[in-house]
Nanobody, 127 residues
Framework: QVQLVESGGGVVQAGGSLRLSCVASGQSFSAYVMGWFRQFPGKEREFVAGVSKFGHAKMYGDSVKGRFTISRDNDQNAVFLLMNALKSEDTAVYYC????????????????????WGQGTQVTVSS
C-alpha cells in the first residue's frame, strides 16, 4: 500500500507560479512511476505530467508543456509539480498518483495505469 498526500495548492493570479508537492508513505517509492492529473468540475480527469521511477524520463500533457515541470526526489519519497505562467484554465483539483504495472512510460498517460491516488489539492488561478 502507498499513501499519497498532496500540498501546495492555493489561489494565484494569472501569470504566477505554484509548486505542488506529493509525499508518499508505504512501500518503496522508487518502484513507482509518478504522475499528476487534474480534474475540472464535471469533466474527466486530465493527464498533466509523469516521471519515470528514477526521474530520467518525463512527459507532459499538451496543454501544460513548456509551463509545468515535474520532478521527484526518491530520498524524500516526494514528487513535485512546478507550475509557471498559470492561466485561468489551469484551475482544477490536482491529484498525484503512483503506478508500477506497465512497462512503457507512455502508458502512464492513462489514469487507469495508476494504483494509488492522493486526495487532491485545489489550484485556483484568478484572472
Amino acid at each position: 500500500q502507498v499513501q499519497l498526500v498532496e500540498s501546495g495548492g492555493g489561489v494565484v493570479q494569472a501569470g504566477g507560479s505554484l509548486r505542488l508537492s506529493c509525499v508518499a508513505s508505504g512501500q518503496s517509492f522508487s518502484a513507482y512511476v509518478m504522475g499528476w492529473f487534474r480534474q475540472f468540475p464535471g469533466k474527466e480527469r486530465e493527464f498533466v505530467a509523469g516521471v519515470s521511477k528514477f526521474g530520467h524520463a518525463k512527459m507532459y500533457g499538451d496543454s501544460v508543456k513548456g509551463r509545468f515541470t515535474i520532478s521527484r526526489d526518491n530520498d524524500q519519497n516526494a514528487v513535485f509539480l512546478l507550475m509557471n505562467a498559470l492561466k485561468s484554465e489551469d484551475t482544477a483539483v490536482y491529484y498525484c498518483a503512483a503506478g508500477g504495472r506497465a512497462s512503457s512510460l507512455s502508458s502512464y498517460r492513462n489514469g487507469d495505469e495508476y494504483d494509488y491516488w492522493g486526495q487532491g489539492t485545489q489550484v485556483t488561478v484568478s484572472s
